[in-house]
């Protein structure tokens, strides 16, 4: 008997007189036998498992289903809509779409910086907002007061020029 004999004779009649001998005489088919023999003592302590009958079934609809994927075009106002939702259905999911979590990121920095140039000062902000204008006024007084003094100096020139010349063509 051939090994190949002997597994499919194994197969029909489990371990018989016929068999048995070739186990005796090939050491390969003894080894596997001895490895299928554990493996079947181990497996058989196991628990019994029956599928539920509609397992099957379901298998089968998944993998014969063919999923339609409609491209057609959409009013401006349903895509955003679209988008809106598909903005919300993603907020439950981590991490969120890069884009869609990039414009979640810009709007919220937009309002926060909206915030912070509308929302009410406090007073450490307000005594220096003040300070800061006091200083400008104090400059541009001070811009204008040189700009006066610039003025009658010219004019102070003028004068003495033209009593110079007054001066001298009176002589
Ligand atoms: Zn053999």
Redesign the pocket.
């Known amino acids: 008997m051939?090994?190949e004999e002997?597994w499919k004779h194994y197969e029909e009649f489990g371990i018989t007189k016929e068999n048995e001998t070739?186990l005796l005489d090939?050491a390969?088919?003894r080894k596997e036998f001895e490895a299928e023999k554990v493996l079947l003592k181990a497996v058989g302590g196991f628990p019994e498992y029956k599928a539920p009958e509609t397992l099957w079934d379901r298998i089968s609809e998944e993998l014969t289903e063919t999923k339609t994927v409609t491209v057609a075009k959409r009013p401006f106002t349903e895509t955003i809509a679209a988008y809106v939702d598909e903005l919300f259905s993603w907020f439950q999911v981590v991490p969120l779409k890069p884009v869609f979590g990039a414009l979640v990121i810009m709007l919220v920095s937009v309002l926060a910086t909206q915030y912070y140039y509308t929302r009410p000062l406090t007073s450490v902000e307000k005594i220096a907002q003040e300070n800061k204008l006091a200083r400008d006024l104090e400059e541009t007084e001070q811009e204008y007061l040189a700009a006066i003094d610039k003025l009658s100096k010219l004019t102070e020139d003028k004068k003495s020029f033209r009593l110079i010349v007054l001066s001298v063509s009176a002589k």
């Open positions: 051939k090994c002997f070739h090939c390969k088919c």
